[in-house]
């Protein structure tokens, strides 16, 4: 981000695959990494998300049902929503004020989403085509850690335990048997033990895209 988050929560707008999200100090700015948790939906979809580029051959159905779990401001929900039309769109979060931020992105948006207060996915119910997180990764004993520049957002979007893997874990075994793929942003140092527990689970490797891992069941 070339904007401190406290000059972009002034601002209250941050890009993200080319729309603007209205940001509050309730969300997570979107960082540029996570459009690739966008990428890695639309590849299965066999859309084309890069110009010039030949698109993967479609893994998904027509009407694919996807569930974004820690949706903050909506970035993904509500991009997928709009790049996927027709798609059936679930987003969730623990925090009833990101909630609030997501709703009104998406009805400024136009997307079509279905927004719910969960913990990961024990208040959802059904299964999905696709599961899509970006959680809370970050392990506040990172000796790289600029926690002056992260002080301003939300703990609640960043942090969690076990070495930052402990929500992803969870939603692993929590997604085990409701997913047919389930896409996870992580800090690449985290993507073999998440790799490694995602197996134990039952889930394949199918792709590693920057900070997103791309698993089938
Ligand atoms: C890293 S932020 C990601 C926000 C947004 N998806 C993005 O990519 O910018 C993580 C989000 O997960 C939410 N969260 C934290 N713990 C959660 C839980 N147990 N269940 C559901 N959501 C949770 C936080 O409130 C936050 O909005």
Redesign the pocket.
């Known amino acids: 981000m070339a904007l401190s988050a406290q000059e972009i929560y002034k601002h209250g707008v941050m890009d993200f695959y080319g729309r603007d999200f209205m940001v509050t100090p309730d969300?997570?700015i979107?960082?540029p990494e996570?459009e690739m948790m966008v990428d890695a939906v639309l590849d299965l979809a066999g859309k084309p998300f890069v110009a010039g580029v030949k698109p993967s051959r479609r893994v998904l159905n027509e009407v694919p049902r996807i569930l974004?779990?820690?949706?903050?401001?909506g970035?993904?929900a509500v991009t997928l929503g709009l790049e996927l039309v027709g798609a059936k769109i679930t987003a969730?979060?623990?925090?009833d004020t990101?909630l609030r931020v997501a709703r009104e992105n998406a009805r400024m948006m136009g997307a079509k989403v279905q927004f719910l207060k969960?913990?990961?996915m024990e208040d959802v119910c059904g299964d999905f085509d696709v599961v899509v997180a970006?959680?809370?990764y970050v392990d506040r004993d990172w000796e790289w850690l600029d926690t002056k520049a992260l002080s301003i957002e939300?703990e609640?979007?960043?942090y969690a335990e076990n070495g930052g893997c402990a929500?992803i874990f969870e939603l692993i075994r929590q997604a085990s048997n409701r997913t047919k793929f389930l896409i996870l942003e992580a800090d690449p140092s985290q993507h073999d033990r998440i790799i490694d527990f995602a197996k134990q689970e039952g889930f394949s490797l199918r792709e590693e895209r920057g900070f997103a891992l791309v698993f089938n069941s």
Not at 68 to 73: A, E, F, H, I, L
Not at 92 to 95: C, F, P, R
Request: proline letters at 10%.
């Open positions: 969300v997570l979107p960082r996570t974004d779990v820690g949706t903050g401001s970035c993904i969730v979060d623990i925090s990101a969960s913990d990961l970006n959680l809370p939300p609640l979007a960043l929500l």
